[in-house]
């Protein structure tokens, strides 16, 4: 049995974005027959979780946790080396690219097959000044410079697979998936009702996501409808959300909304059970939302939450208005509201077979047995 290598920054398993995506890479790796052994930042030392090993690279010292994170993995691989057989390392796009480098670097020089796991490409419109910005030219330089035409790449969506394609790299794409061992089971009786819409924001991208904007379209509603509107955000609080809309829109939107600011990922999922809808509204025009793929979104749609969205990213290959989600076709307030409006009207079993093939969705497109393929290409 060969071992494959997870590098990630991420509180493995659990968490953040990156966390849940390694998680599930892990688990189907590991029903491909690879032995798995993670490589994170979660305070755990040599655990098993699902029979994955997972090993921490944590300190109490940040610096020593950042500056040494690199050798204190090569020296672990090396460490493997002399019993195990490597069958290649895969690096999490949270690695800032300096120590995806010099991992990759050592991968090259022992014969390994090491392989870059792209997420995202930062636009310059994210930033106030992006000339100073770290995050934007850590991105720029992995993605333009530091991953070349040698390079194996799991690209998450058509816009950086056709890129790194185009640049003659050996990539696959693979989107946001799960492995069944990670699936919940959907609600048998979820608590929505007729003529009242629950509309769910879980996250942290305040104008990516276009918060002020579903405010606004809130706020515009008639007060017999707004009133069987809730919309409630998690991840954002009070005063990130007043710092961007005007009071008197606030003022008129504030009985729709429910602010609950950070709180476990427990916590959120269980907030889904009551939820009609989930909201993601992104900007398609910039690279940033090109180049991702909103894991929120699938997220939501196995939990049986039909989304509100535009098309961006790939998302046009799974949702269809109607049938599994709600498409927008533009980011206009006077749109936005009318939708809204619109869902106010339908039935509870109306919105209960939509969330249904939702779930369907997932199982027929975004399943980790569909992918094991394209895994076994990127890593042999």
Known sequence: ????????????????????????????????????????????????????????????NKYYRLLLFPYRAIKRLKQIMLTKQISG??????????????IQKWCNSNGINCVFDTTEWYSKEQFNNWRLSFPYWDKTILNKWVITKQSRVIAISSFLYDYFKTKGAKVVKIPIFYNRRYRITPFASRGIQDYKVKIIYAGSHLLMDNIPLIVKAIALLPHSIRSKVEFVIYGLNQEQIKSCIPQEILAEAKDSLVIKGQRPNSEVIDAYQSADYSIVLRDPSLRVNKAGFPSKVVESMRLGVPVICNYSSDLDKYIISGFNGIIIDNLDEDAIS???????????????IMGRN???????????????????????
């Open 358 to 380: 939702a779930i369907d969705t997932v199982d027929l497109k975004l399943d980790s047995r569909l992918f094991e393929k394209l895994l076994n290409t990127i890593l042999n």
């Open 89 to 102: 390392v895969i690096l999490g796009s949270d690695l800032i690219t300096l120590h995806a480098y010099q």
């Open 338 to 352: 009318n939708q809204i409006r619109i869902l106010t009207t339908l039935t509870r079993d109306e919105k209960l």
């Open 1 to 60: 049995m060969s071992s494959v290598i997870l590098i990630t920054y991420s509180n493995y398993p659990n968490g953040s974005a990156s966390a849940i995506r390694y998680a599930n890479f892990a688990a189907t790796l590991t029903d491909m027959e690879h032995e798995v052994i993670v490589f994170c930042k979660s305070y755990s030392d040599h655990n098993k979780v699902n029979n994955i090993l997972v090993e921490s690279f944590t300190s109490v």
